[in-house]
């Protein structure tokens, strides 16, 4: 009976899958207790509640997914307007939503809801998909992205927009028409330069020269490039990092924990994880070509892709190659809802794999 039981527990599970994820989760709890060994209690309540959430999602057929991609999408957006208008502000910026009972930030939802959503209209439209479609599918991700921005939170609103823009792209956007949106938005560089908030301004012209102010604005990245760097090949050892131990490193346990990881394991490190992401990425996107229908294949090729996305967009930060905006690294940096979003992201890629010899309409 425990037998049965067990087996019962684990089928919808993807053993390869787990077993990626599951070393990223111990990398994660590592660098945790030499980062930060006062919220090591609480990461691992994170980690618990995700792989909760992750087992129960993975259970969940495709077909009532893509059901319930409207209104989870339609209630994203209306709290995204709840936010807008009685959010609460904290650090200049109104991001959460207070419900009484807890506290939400409305726009991790919608890392999971735009990819769902856009990938149940293609489903709808698969057998006649027309200009018109992507037209359309643009303005069901601008909704959301523009409400994020005016938050404002640059990081989130550049993954959900990669979310829906992956989707759009895998659906068969026409390359003509990527190129000239291309061409239209390097035009728009200038007054989209006017829009940025001054602080995210100032990020931008960090990246370029941040020893124009070492104390000030260009304090992270040249504590976090310093600290890859003294890592050398091997590392100084889990623990040993002067760059984290003396807590030079701004914000070491969340968007900054590569750099504590990369001065400790150095250069050898860095490649293992960087294999770990790899191996993620590609066993997502086989499960992506081998899904049943459009919709499955659609959702699970966009959450493999922001999977790579918050790993490229967080290692370039961090390493001086992109400017920071706070996106966190998958599954190693702490927090409990950006790794509840990317569990529930596993889980639907487990549902998705289970179900791939489903012929669905």
Known sequence: MLREAWRKFIAPIDGPLMGLVGLLLLVALLSMASASPARMGTQLAHVALALVVMRIVAQIPPQRLMALAPPLYVFGVLLLVGVALFGDISKGARRW????????????????????????????????LRL???????????IPVALI?????????????AAGFYVIFLAGLPWKVLIGLGAAAAAAAPFAWNMLHDYQRQRILMLLDPEKDPLGKGFHIIQST?????????????????????EF?????TDFIFAVYAEELGLLGNLALIVLYAFLIGRGLSIAVNAANLFARLVAGAITLIFFTYAFVNIGMVSGILPVVGVPL?????????????MLGVGILMSIHKNRMLVQK
């Open 97 to 128: 939503l207070d419900l009484g009972f807890i506290r939400v930030q409305p726009s991790e939802l919608m890392k999971i809801a735009m990819p769902l959503m856009l990938a149940w209209y293609f489903q709808k439209h698969e057998a006649m």
């Open 132 to 142: 018109k479609d992507y037209a359309i599918a643009t303005i069901i991700l601008l």
């Open 149 to 161: 921005v005016r938050q404002p939170d640059l990081g989130t609103s550049i993954l959900v927009f």
């Open 226 to 246: 310093i600290a890859i760097g003294s890592g050398g090949i091997l590392g100084k050892g889990w623990g040993q990092g002067t760059q984290a131990q003396l």
């Open 249 to 253: 490193i701004p914000e070491r346990h």
């Open 330 to 342: 998958p599954f190693v940096s702490y927090g409990g809802t950006a790794l509840v979003t990317l």
